[in-house]
């Protein structure tokens, strides 16, 4: 299911980028009165009266980055643009309460002794220390406002990821990620060979230490659980979420031609295969698995001999893990919390009463505790990240990886084709594989000759004829000079017709798709609010 929202959401958006950069290129340069050249190109000529129009594919070649907001600013209306601003909004939001309840679980679990207890049996008001009278869940509170406290700050003013933290966050994955498998792995095969003593055990390993206190039954998943499918439907859209990224990431690229194909495709079947990967070796080495994996790997202080090499470097391995979503999504939020300051921003620049000069400098200090405090409250309020984290993608990630993808095309599309057709002196033509062409026309009437077919619509003031002729490599559109003239396609030609010339063209093309993809995403909300509301 990732997998196919994920080829649907970069095909489409391809082919809006595609449709923008090629829009914008024709708005702001003159192509009347060129010289025709032997290109792929569409060409409009008219008679002796008229001008002739060309338009080359090359313009609609990935050149300029456009991001999500950008495009939507050119093809929705206001109500259009202030329900997609709401709506990422709301994920980012979403976003910042994931992170606002995983960093300060992460740090409870670390901080918070273990008391010979297996973690999946602690209660949030357990007692952190035998000595205090916190619970778990003050102290996770604690760290909640801790955390805030930190990041607030950084909302105050711009913060761009550099090239070297980049970097760095890319090799503390990588290195989470082999660690995590290769701890499952082992733990996985020492549970089947029922190895517990501890001489036979890697003792660099922290995730085998629970085995010293009793023996744990080889895992048993069960092969379908149908009440977690909600949840899956929220995550799968969550885990491959990257539409902030798409404009940065293909712009640079030279060659574009079949990018969705030779470039996303091949990546997001290896990130697809590497969860499926890091799944399949949880499940078969833990019975219980935290909503934060991480905390699966939290070290067992009773057995361990700080004094011994492998027992510190069991330290080292297991607290790296517990407080790697500390690093990474500390190092996150206040670019995401940056982006979300800019989106409200945005959406109050909609609203007259926001742009006084007053509410502006209102807006300018008010909007990072705007920004700050619900993810903070919601956190204070429960650390189920697993709930969080299918809420977000269901509801609020939906719209963006299913319903925003699909209007936008959809208007990109219709703007373009209204573009081609728009001048009524004119005679459109469409052409493929660089084929030449030759074109007669005088004062009275038009006549485009081709070696395909061709669509020629010609009205009057009693609009006497209409002709139309199909075909899949060349499309033409004839108008005479009549005021009364008007150009006739029909209502789905626009998706054709924008296919013939883009070098990205989504292998999503019917409006049967976009409309299923609609039912799809609406199915998927009502789902997980069904369940949601049920497990509160």
């Known amino acids: 299911m990732g997998y196919i929202c994920v080829c649907n959401y970069y095909s489409v958006f391809l082919k809006a980028l595609s449709i923008t950069n090629g829009l914008q290129k024709l708005k702001g340069t003159d192509l009347r009165n060129e010289d025709l050249k032997d290109s792929e190109s569409i060409t409009d000529e008219t008679s002796d009266d008229g001008a ?242 991480t905390l699966n790997f939290i070290p067992d202080q009773a057995f361990i001999d700080i004094s011994h090499i492998p027992y510190t470097i069991a330290l080292i391995f297991g607290y790296f893990l517990c407080l790697f979503p500390v690093f990474a999504l500390t190092s996150s939020y206040p670019i995401i919390g940056t982006s979300l300051l800019g989106n409200i921003y945005s959406l109050c620049s909609f609203f007259p009463v926001f742009q006084g000069g007053k509410a502006k400098t209102a807006l300018k200090y008010s909007l990072p505790f705007i920004v700050a405090l619900p993810p903070l409250c919601i956190a204070l309020i429960t650390d189920n990240v697993g709930y969080l984290t299918g809420f977000t993608g269901a509801i609020f990630g939906s719209g963006i990886q299913y319903i925003i993808p699909g209007v936008l095309v959809y208007k990109a599309r219709r703007q373009l084709s209204n573009f081609i057709i728009s001048s009524s002196n004119s005679v459109v033509t469409i052409r493929t594989d660089g084929e030449h062409q030759n074109n007669s026309s005088s004062s009275n009437d038009m006549r485009t000759v081709h070696d395909d077919a061709m669509i020629q619509t010609t009205s009057s003031n009693t609009a006497e004829s209409n002709e139309v002729y199909n075909s899949t490599e060349c499309l033409t559109t004839a108008a005479n000079n009549l005021p009364q003239t008007v150009s006739i396609i029909d209502k789905y030609s626009y998706h054709r017709l924008t296919a013939k010339f883009t070098m990205h063209a989504s292998p999503f093309q019917s409006i049967a798709w976009i409309l299923f993809i609609f039912v799809w995403a609406i199915f998927c909300i009502v789902i997980v609010l069904i369940d949601k509301i049920h497990h509160i």
């Open 52 to 293: 002739s129009f060309r338009i080359n594919s090359e313009d609609f070649q990935i050149t300029e980055k456009y991001e999500l907001g950008q495009m939507s600013l050119m093809y929705f209306g206001k109500i259009g643009n202030i329900l997609f601003y709401i709506n990422i909004c709301t994920y980012l939001y979403g976003d910042l309460a994931i992170y606002s309840s995983a960093v300060p679980k992460s740090l409870r679990n670390v901080v918070c002794s273990l008391n010979n207890s297996k973690n999946s049996s602690l209660s949030d008001f357990d007692l952190c220390w035998a000595s205090s009278s916190l619970t778990r869940m003050d102290v996770y509170r604690i760290f909640v406002v801790i955390f805030g406290a930190f990041v607030l700050p950084f909302l105050f003013f711009s913060v761009t990821r550099s090239r070297w933290l980049q970097l760095l966050t890319v090799c503390l994955r990588w290195l989470g990620f082999l660690l995590m498998l290769s701890l499952s792995i082992e733990r996985a095969i020492l549970l089947r060979k029922s190895i517990t003593v501890a001489a036979s055990l890697p003792l660099w390993n922290p995730s085998v230490y629970t085995l010293f206190s009793q023996p744990e039954p080889i895992p048993q998943p069960p092969m379908f659980q149908p009440h977690n499918i909600p949840n899956l439907f929220g995550v799968c859209v969550y885990v491959f979420m990257c539409h902030h990224s798409i404009p940065g990431i293909v712009t640079p690229i030279g060659n574009k031609h079949r990018i969705l194909y030779k470039v996303f495709i091949p990546v997001f079947i290896t990130v697809l295969l590497f969860n499926l990967f890091l799944s399949s070796t949880a499940i078969i080495a833990f019975n219980h698995i935290e909503d934060l994996y």
